[in-house]
């Protein structure tokens, strides 16, 4: 079936540095993809998303490149900040009733 | 303005148990889900109805029965509790699009069975 395999963390970086999630998918057809954030005590909510190939999503200094060759969809920001520790989920989507979530990767910038 | 609400927040309980936890989206979205986030933050879709009926029923305990009175709203009931459904429960709801639809969610509910 449809999954999302991403990286396992936790990843722990500096304030300012270079930050790279990655995610790769395995499907059928033609998925839409998505990064969501999930700040402390709180529900998740979309941070990006592309829904052909690439298509590029951005938000907040987040990018990620839907990449259909390399079936990817790397979440990047050049310079991370202490208010971006979260846990970052990639998910792919081809009906609006079925998410795929992967599991999900914890981020700690540190000051 | 909630987008979309659940209630309660934590939820502490005896196993064998009964409880519900209840969901209300105010977005106008036809359709709903249910979440189950386990300790390492691994995300899994109970359910999910559009319109008021049930579209995804994975691989769940009958123990766990989705009730939707309208669109605004999905409850979850739980029987018979077991230690194992400690966990958050996220609620979320959708526009029914066939691609790209964004999930909203709310924000958990934090069950601990004892």
């Known amino acids: 079936g449809d999954s999302v395999t991403q990286m396992e963390g936790p990843v722990t970086l500096s304030e300012e540095a270079f930050l790279t999630i990655n995610c790769t998918y395995t499907?059928?057809?033609?998925?839409?993809l998505f990064w969501y954030v999930q700040y402390p005590g709180e529900g998740l909510q979309l941070l990006l998303k592309?829904?052909?190939?690439?298509d590029k999503g951005s938000n907040k200094g987040f990018e990620a490149t839907y990449r259909k060759e390399t079936t990817s969809f790397h979440l990047e920001k050049g310079s991370v900040q202490v208010s971006d520790s979260a846990v970052y989920f990639c998910?792919?989507?081809?009906?609006?009733?079925?998410?795929?979530f992967g599991a999900g990767t914890r981020l700690t910038v540190k000051p | 303005d909630t987008a979309v609400s659940q209630t309660p927040k934590y939820l502490v309980t005896q196993m064998g148990n009964d409880k519900s936890i209840k969901c209300e989206q105010n977005l106008g979205h036809d359709t709903m889900y249910w979440y189950k986030q386990d300790s390492k933050k691994f995300l899994k879709i109970m359910f999910s109805?559009?319109?008021?009926?049930?579209?995804i029923n994975e691989t769940v305990p009958n123990r766990f029965s989705p009730k939707s009175p309208d669109k605004a709203h999905l409850n979850l009931h739980i029987n018979s509790l077991e230690l194992g459904d400690s966990a958050v429960y996220f609620c979320a709801s959708s526009l029914p699009t066939l691609t790209a639809a964004t999930q909203y969610f709310g924000p958990g509910t934090r069950l601990l069975v004892l």
């Open positions: 499907a059928t057809g033609y998925p839409s």
């Open positions: 998910a792919l989507s081809k009906d609006n009733n079925d998410m795929r």
């Open positions: 109805y559009n319109n008021k009926e049930l579209i």
């Open positions: 592309a829904t052909k190939a690439d």
